[in-house]
Nanobody, 114 residues
Framework: QVQLVESGGRYVQPGESPKLSCIGS????????MSWYRQAPGKEREFVAF????????NYTDSVKGRFIMSRDSAKNSVYLQMNDLRPEDTATYYC???????WGQGTQVTVSS
């Protein structure tokens, strides 16, 4: 069956720069555009980043522009989110998403605190 599995989330101090991974199985990720979303406690899930099917273009929500970079590797059936200079307000569960078929991962937790 189809799975998206996120990893790389952890407890970090402000200013640290972890990288999240999302590995797909049971489908060809290269057929689809991909997105990252996040959901903080008590908040609605929000869009973070998007990349086209080939990875040729990306876009980001304003709060992460200039800090986060989304990329993909078709050979590894994976997408990534490099998160630079994290802030406490970035604390959330981060989800990998394939918008067209509406596939979602289970999420990986990122906690930013001193």
């Amino acid at each position: 069956q189809v799975q998206l599995v996120e990893s790389g989330g952890r407890y970090v101090q402000p200013g640290e720069s972890p990288k999240l991974s999302c590995i797909g199985s049971g489908f060809h990720m290269g057929h689809y555009a991909m997105s990252w979303y996040r959901q903080a406690p008590g908040k609605e899930r929000e869009f973070v980043a998007f990349t086209t099917r080939t990875g040729s273009r990306t876009n980001y929500t304003d709060s992460v522009k200039g800090r986060f970079i989304m990329s993909r590797d078709s050979a590894k059936n994976s997408v990534y989110l490099q998160m630079n200079d994290l802030r406490p307000e970035d604390t959330a569960t981060y989800y990998c998403n394939a918008p067209t078929p509406k596939y979602w991962g289970q999420g990986t937790q990122v906690t930013v605190s001193s």
